[in-house]
């Protein structure tokens, strides 16, 4: 399996809105490999969910594995939210924004309609922070982060922290 690099904010290839997978292509070898190649850089990060736009692929589909054990991938291809109700806020963090934490404000429950990997359609209900990490995968695909739910100023402050952080890192 390759680890793939993970492209980092304000990288403006991040902001590219993803197209819809072709349902043909699911069972492609390359396209599985690219899943696998998903789930381990996100379990490497370590993470709890990776987009492909994160990794500059920019088509509608994600990995999530939110269990303790890191044993229950779960894939969304071209994913749709049905129904989204109420609403919780939680402390996020993106791999696309390292180090960076702040509480945002999402639906609470939450019904996905996807393809698995597998090439079937499901459906998911769920709350919680499944519902959170899926809305934030799929803000990916729409060329959205989470910092964008902060104000310009704190988002700025964001910005000025990561080039420091990578000035100092670099030399
Ligand atoms: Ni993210």
Do not use: W
Not at 158 to 169: M, P
């Amino acid at each position: 399996m390759t680890l793939l690099s993970i492209l980092e904010f304000p990288d403006p290839r991040l902001r590219t809105r993803a197209t819809p997978v072709d349902p043909a292509r699911i069972a492609d070898p390359a396209f599985q490999a690219l899943l696998d190649d998903m789930l381990h850089t996100m379990y490497e990060a370590p993470g709890i969910g990776l987009a492909a736009s994160q990794v500059d692929v920019h088509q509608r589909f994600m990995v999530i594995d939110i269990s303790e054990e890191k044993d229950q991938p779960q894939v969304f291809i071209n994913p749709e939210i049905t129904l989204a109700d109420g609403h919780q806020v939680y402390q996020e963090g993106c791999l696309s924004v390292p180090g960076i934490f702040a509480d945002v404000t999402r639906a609470n429950q939450i019904t996905v309609k996807a393809i698995g990997r597998n090439g079937q359609p499901f459906e998911l209900s769920t709350d919680g922070l499944l519902a959170i990490c899926i809305q934030h995968e799929m803000d990916h695909l729409e060329g959205k982060l989470f910092v964008d739910y902060l104000s310009p100023l704190k988002r700025d402050m964001v910005r000025k922290k990561l080039e420091k952080a990578r000035r100092s890192s670099a030399a």
